[in-house]
């Protein structure tokens, strides 16, 4: 794919899912939480932990709202 082309949602949502398998299984004291990559700030301050959950809630919504 050539640089300057917009990236799809389903490439995003396959970064987001990587994001978030970081956070599950390298900060296995408390799960989900920030401390799994190297954008952790803090134990619960993560930009791309919260960008991850955000893009997963905003395809999630708009797969509900079209299954009505």
């Not at 970064?15 to 990559?37: F, M, N, Q, S, Y």
């Amino acid at each position: 794919m050539p640089i300057d082309e917009p990236v799809s949602t389903a490439t995003e949502l396959f970064i987001a899912k990587r994001v978030l398998d970081a956070h599950w299984t390298r900060a296995l004291d408390r799960p989900w939480r920030a401390g799994g990559c190297l954008e952790c700030r803090g134990r619960s301050e993560c930009r791309q932990l919260d960008w991850a959950l955000a893009l997963t809630a905003e395809v999630a919504s708009v797969i509900f709202r079209n299954g009505e």
